[in-house]
């Protein structure tokens, strides 16, 4: 199964293709913004350097949110483009799962793992997963002083923290009674992951959810006076 995956849904621009198990070959970098223009070619050399058409590819996935609205826009519509090029089948994948599950597997035992993702607002986007990375809460966005509601059935216990906001979410925490300790990794989405995932859930021929963008957040885009008309 070979399955071309991406993401541009933060602060970062990642492409990686999955064959045989495995990631072959992989692209990632660190952007606060330009994804528009870097996703594409970073798509192209890494199809190029695992020797894959888009044509051969079985399975696009993508992150489908939460994260930026421009994002999110450039990432899905590259899918669904490249689904609709290619007659190939499109997965999304949340932001939160695919920094989830890039914790190691032995830093992660006994502990269940928050991920707390920035908003470059005054919220966080935020999930709990258990172990075995099953989500134990919904994803949500919330201001980081409301994290101790989130983890109030679990304090007392070990609790692993990932992603960009980690630093503000641990501020904002404590001690709360609990073994609290910052996890490695990038703390962004990155496409090797969403690979991963994507290849642990598709099916062939199975029917897929579709391709929508996951918002936590409203717009902050507002009308223009008078429908943006001129004034007389």
Same mark, same amino acid.
């Given at each position: 199964?070979?399955?071309?995956?991406?993401?541009?849904?933060?602060?970062?621009?990642?492409?990686?293709?999955?064959?045989?198990?495995?990631?072959?070959?992989?692209?990632?970098?660190?952007?606060?913004?330009?994804?528009?223009?870097?996703?594409?070619?970073?798509?192209?050399?890494?199809?190029?350097?695992?020797?894959?058409? &888009?044509?051969?590819?079985?399975?696009?996935?993508?992150?489908?949110?939460?994260?930026?609205?421009?994002?999110?826009?450039?990432?899905?519509?590259?899918?669904?483009?490249?689904?609709?090029?290619?007659?190939?089948?499109?997965?999304?994948? !949340? !932001?939160?799962?695919?920094?989830?599950?890039?914790?190691?597997?032995?830093?992660?035992?006994?502990?269940?793992?928050?991920?707390?993702?920035?908003?470059?607002?005054?919220?966080?986007?935020?999930?709990?997963?258990?172990?075995? &990375?099953?989500?134990?809460?919904?994803?949500?966005?919330? +201001?980081?002083?409301?994290?101790?509601?989130?983890?109030?059935?679990?304090?007392?216990?070990?609790?692993?923290?990932?992603?960009?906001?980690?630093?503000?979410?641990?501020?904002?925490?404590?001690?709360?009674?609990?073994?609290?300790?910052?996890?490695?990794?990038?703390?962004?989405?990155?496409?090797?992951?969403?690979?991963?995932?994507?290849?642990?859930?598709?099916?062939?021929?199975? !029917?897929?959810? +579709? &391709?929508?963008?996951?918002?936590?957040?409203?717009?902050?885009?507002?009308?223009?006076?008078?429908?943006?008309? &001129?004034?007389?």
């Amino acid at each position: 199964m070979k399955i071309l995956a991406f993401d541009t849904a933060s602060s970062a621009c990642s492409a990686a293709l999955w064959r045989d198990g495995r990631v072959v070959a992989r692209r990632f970098e660190r952007m606060e913004r330009g994804q528009s223009e870097a996703l594409i070619p970073m798509v192209m050399v890494t199809l190029a350097e695992a020797g894959e058409a &888009l044509a051969a590819v079985d399975l696009v996935a993508v992150t489908a949110g939460p994260g930026t609205f421009t994002g999110l826009r450039i990432g899905l519509a590259a899918a669904k483009g490249f689904s609709l090029a290619a007659r190939i089948p499109c997965l999304g994948v !949340t !932001t939160l799962e695919a920094v989830a599950h890039a914790v190691p597997d032995g830093d992660r035992r006994n502990a269940a793992l928050l991920v707390v993702l920035e908003t470059k607002r005054e919220d966080v986007y935020a999930q709990l997963f258990d172990p075995a &990375l099953r989500p134990l809460t919904a994803p949500e966005a919330v +201001p980081p002083g409301a994290l101790s509601d989130l983890l109030s059935p679990y304090r007392g216990s070990r609790l692993l923290i990932a992603g960009d906001a980690a630093g503000r979410a641990l501020d904002a925490l404590g001690s709360e009674g609990s073994t609290l300790i910052r996890a490695g990794g990038a703390g962004v989405p990155d496409a090797a992951q969403v690979a991963a995932i994507a290849a642990a859930r598709f099916r062939p021929g199975a !029917t897929l959810p +579709p &391709l929508v963008p996951l918002y936590l957040r409203p717009p902050e885009a507002v009308l223009p006076v008078a429908g943006g008309r &001129l004034r007389p």
